[in-house]
Nanobody, 115 residues
């Protein structure tokens, strides 16, 4: 059974940092496409960052230069380091792992950035 568990969210002041974790079980992150999404209240879920099987990363323009996606294969965990946070980064953050054409989702972790 595949399970993704996000953690690391919380309340932070603007300009601060958080590191989100996505711990995977039942699936290995090696050679998988891993993505982080977020959904703010009243808005659609949007792609924040992704890493492909070769290790290349891509970021949405609104987080470029501030967020860094990484993976620790030994811990089977993906991370999203978020720096220089802004109030508009407030959202529930989800990790997503593709297995073939099927995407597995975690339950999400709330990030709230105060001004």
């Amino acid at each position: 059974q595949v399970q993704l568990v996000e953690s690391g969210g919380g309340l932070v002041q603007a300009g601060g940092s958080l590191r989100l974790s996505c711990a995977a079980s039942g699936i290995t992150l090696n050679n998988k496409i891993v993505r982080w999404y977020r959904q703010a209240p009243g808005k659609e879920r949007e792609l924040v960052a992704g890493i492909i099987t070769g290790g290349s990363t891509n970021y949405a323009d609104f987080v470029k230069g501030r967020f860094i996606l990484s993976r620790d294969f030994a811990k089977n965990t993906a991370y999203l380091q978020m720096n220089s946070l802004k109030p508009e980064d407030t959202a529930v953050y989800y990790c997503n792992v593709l297995l073939g054409s099927y995407g597995y989702w975690g339950q999400g972790t709330q990030v709230t950035v105060s001004s």
